[in-house]
């Protein structure tokens, strides 16, 4: 159906708007369009490509899962368990950064290439690679819920 009969239905103003671009998009295509974005999944994969600076390069394919409360649950507990018990005030912002990253990514990363598997994400050296891998993972949460990169304060929904 559509085509002309639809068309005709329309007025002036609305016809502009579509030849335009400018028009509002309707439930249907919002939901066609949000339902066709790669970062509006439960699970996404995205590649991994970085050479550091001392020319090593880190390749791989990951898949992050969106976290639901009791995966939130886990990242807090090995948050915690990465501060060696002490409260959270006496830890330095460096280190609070470092270990939200790593205890995030240790829930939400459900595949990862070998050289990230395990508990390898705390032995690296290079900020530079974990920053990059949190950023797509933050990227994808907030493209899930609905905040734009501005909003995105941390990829924990926070």
């Known amino acids: 159906m559509g085509g002309l009969s639809e068309a005709m239905e329309k007025s002036p103003e609305e016809i502009k708007a579509t030849l335009e671009g400018t028009a509002e998009e309707t439930p249907e295509q919002r939901y066609e369009r949000l ?7 439960v699970e996404y994969k995205f590649e991994f490509d970085y050479t550091d600076k001392r020319g090593k390069r880190w390749h ?34 460096a280190t609070l950064d470092v270990n939200e990253k790593i205890a995030h990514l240790t829930i939400s990363l459900v595949s990862r290439p070998p050289w990230a598997a395990g ?3 705390s032995e690296l050296y290079d900020p530079e690679i974990l920053d990059r891998i949190y950023a797509e993972v933050a990227a994808h949460e907030a493209r899930f819920h609905g905040r734009d990169k501005a909003q995105a304060a941390g990829a924990d929904g926070a």
């Open 35 to 41: 339902e066709s974005d790669p970062k509006m999944k």
């Open 60 to 93: 791989g394919e990951f898949t992050n899962r969106i976290l639901s409360y009791r995966m939130k649950s886990r990242v807090g507990a090995i948050r915690a368990q990465m501060g060696g018990g002490m409260p959270m005030e006496s830890l330095d912002l």
């Open 119 to 121: 508990d390898k994400l």
